[in-house]
């Protein structure tokens, strides 16, 4: 039998790819934004207003700093062309011969395909943000201003606050392994359901499953958005709704929900669908 960790690191290897093929698509976007709102400004000298105080900007750490700016800024498309290109990678590994001959359970073969689209998604975000903060370091190092005014920044977070972090960050965590396992169940569902039964019968019932299913993702948008919007408000000078968040009971409830879809997927991936050739 395969190992879990042997196959993980392999999947994630695969998954990578498109990582890094995103990535770079993203930079060189970011660096022909970057120079096209620098020929734009015309090469005059900027300035960044902190407080009531201003400052002059170097040409070159202006260059840096936009360019910053600009990934930050695509972050948002290159993450979501990410989860598509993710999503149908995934559902080709779970229907190929190549893959599903590996020996290894099918719990831990669709747990390594979710685990690692996910993780690959935050090696994304990590290398995104570590570009702007490095981009983002001259101006931050040569500025006076700013450099007071973060020393003047406090910084202090509760024990409360950071419980409301944690669970916020374990939230996003479990939607978006959910998202990754609603994918394969309407995909491994519809692939059920034409394979078993008549051509008429199978496009009603898959009509209906997938209606249910989209109905599912809406309410699972709702639902999690307002609990996050609930702990981002308290960071913010915006009223998203109530204090009392309950973040932990509804961390609960998304890794019941989790469990379950991804039980559903297995036996739906062990007894129904069958593997084709690459």
């Not at 062309?81 to 290894?104: A, C, D, F, G, H």
């Not at 078993?196 to 989209?214: E, H, T």
């Not at 973040?247 to 991936?269: G, H, K, N, P, R």
């Amino acid at each position: 039998m395969t190992s879990f960790n042997t196959l993980f690191n392999r999947m994630f290897q695969e998954k990578s790819k498109s990582v890094y093929l995103i990535y770079l698509i993203q930079a060189f976007a970011s660096l022909c934004f970057t120079i096209m709102m620098m020929v734009s400004a015309g090469g005059h000298a900027q300035e960044i207003v902190v407080g009531s105080a201003r400052e002059t900007i170097n040409p070159v750490v202006e260059f840096l700093f936009m360019f910053a700016v600009m990934m930050l800024m695509t972050s948002f498309v290159a993450d979501f062309v990410y989860w598509i290109v993710s999503s149908v990678k995934n559902e080709r590994i779970n229907r190929s011969q190549t893959w599903r001959l590996i020996p290894i359970s099918d719990t831990k073969f669709l747990l390594s395909n979710f685990g690692t689209a996910f993780l690959s998604y935050i090696w994304l975000g990590i290398l995104e943000f570590v570009t702007a903060v490095v981009m983002s370091l001259p101006l931050l190092l040569s500025s006076k201003e700013i450099k007071e005014a973060l020393q003047r920044s406090n910084f202090d977070i509760s024990a409360q606050t950071w419980d409301q972090l944690l669970g916020g960050l374990l939230l996003v965590i479990l939607l978006g392994y959910a998202w990754y396992a609603i994918v394969s169940l309407i995909n491994l569902s519809s692939r059920s359901i034409m394979d078993f039964l008549p051509n008429g019968s199978s496009k009603a019932l898959m009509f209906f499953v997938r209606l249910i299913i989209v109905i599912m993702i809406v309410w699972l948008l709702v639902y999690a958005s307002s609990t996050l919007f609930s702990v981002i408000g308290q960071f913010t000078p915006f009223d998203f709704g109530s204090g009392d968040t309950g973040v932990w009971s509804v961390v609960l409830e998304f890794l019941a929900f989790d469990v379950i879809i991804t039980l559903i997927d297995i036996f739906l991936l062990n007894k129904f669908v069958e593997s084709k050739q690459n």
